[in-house]
């Protein structure tokens, strides 16, 4: 569905997720074993990418093949439909190059932060999708209510506790990442772990029982000493690493003075806006700002080029 609004990286997934199917599992069968349907395999959170006529790409599978390396439900995921085409995801872990093997002359597997704005758009966000709920799969194989086991159901959207029957669904980590402003100018910051001369927004996770607005205002002042007054909402970009949705802020803040807390910040630095262009075309030696794949640099882009 086309939406009015900015799209960053890994959100715009085309796909029908038609969750009103997930729970029939006589019709995924169905979609499974049709020869119109595809899917997409990722190898330890890698996609299989292929060369296309403009770049890389998505290798799509015949989904009977997803469902033969599935070997059953645990590592199988119903993407949702394109058009009438049914899709699905794999989820293979281990050693072994599956294109070593199985999948030989299907493409090869690459890591999917540098492929992110190669991939079509659409390409990246599918795929981005399928990694989330992996991770998610991953990390809650057992049951949180009382240990047991767990067991997947509604086409990879669901698991069951085998012992209480408890069900459990994907999560998804709400962060507020924002840019500090004041007047003419922007404050970015940077943490000792990143690349030498990195400066990028502020960001935190949302803590239960706060609004958007407000962890805002917490973060900022928590990592930069800084005071909010004003909270823009610019976009949002579902960030599979393993599983968040990064809320995109602008924050006129009281004053341009501050201090990082050298806990989460070890340095911040304030840019005008013809500061900020030059830092995002890389033309001040020795700062660089995170790539165009990230909401951070499309933050910064959107205040300096506002009027």
Same mark, same amino acid.
């Given at each position: ?19 009103? !199917?997930?729970? /029939?599992?006589?019709? *995924? @069968?169905?979609? =499974?074993?049709?020869? #119109?349907?595809?899917?997409? $395999? ?65 493409? !090869?597997?690459? /890591?999917?932060?540098? *492929? @992110?704005?190669? =991939?079509?758009?659409? #390409?990246?966000?599918?795929? $981005? ?72 927004? *502020? @960001?935190?996770? =949302? ?7 407000? $962890? ?85 882009? $959107? ?5």
């Amino acid at each position: 569905m086309a939406l009015d609004l900015f799209l960053n990286t890994f959100a715009g997934n085309p796909l029908d997720r038609a969750s009103d !199917r997930r729970a /029939d599992p006589d019709w *995924l @069968a169905r979609q =499974l074993a049709s020869q #119109d349907s595809l899917g997409v $395999a990722l190898w330890n959170g890698r996609p299989l990418v292929e060369d296309g006529p403009d770049g890389l790409q998505l290798s799509y599978l015949p989904a009977k093949l997803i469902g033969e390396l599935a070997g059953g439900t645990e590592r199988l995921l119903f993407l949702g439909l394109s058009k009438e085409r049914a899709v699905f995801a794999v989820d293979l872990e281990g050693q072994a190059d599956p294109t070593a093997q199985t999948l030989e002359g299907l493409g !090869r597997f690459e /890591d999917l932060r540098p *492929l @992110a704005m190669t =991939l079509p758009a659409a #390409d990246a966000a599918i795929i $981005a999708t399928a990694k989330a709920m992996f991770e998610w799969r991953r990390r809650h194989r057992r049951c949180a209510v009382c240990g047991e086991p767990s067991h997947p159901a509604d086409g990879g959207w669901k698991r069951v506790c085998e012992a209480c029957e408890a069900e459990h669904f994907p999560r998804t980590d709400p962060v507020v990442i924002m840019l500090p402003h004041h007047g003419d100018r922007c404050m970015l910051g940077r943490q000792e772990v990143w690349p030498p001369g990195m400066f990028s927004a *502020l @960001a935190g996770f =949302l803590e239960p029982g706060e609004a958007i607005e407000e $962890a805002c205002a917490r973060e900022v002042s928590e990592e930069a000493g800084l005071r909010a007054v004003k909270v823009r909402y610019h976009s949002s970009q579902p960030w599979p690493y393993p599983s968040s949705l990064m809320i995109g802020l602008l924050a006129e803040v009281e004053d341009d003075e501050g201090q990082p807390d050298q806990t989460e910040l070890s340095e911040v630095r304030w840019f005008t806006k013809a500061e900020a262009r030059d830092l995002l075309a890389g033309k001040i030696e020795g700062l660089f700002a995170p790539p165009p794949s990230a909401i951070a640099h499309q933050l910064i882009k $959107a205040w300096a080029e506002e009027a």
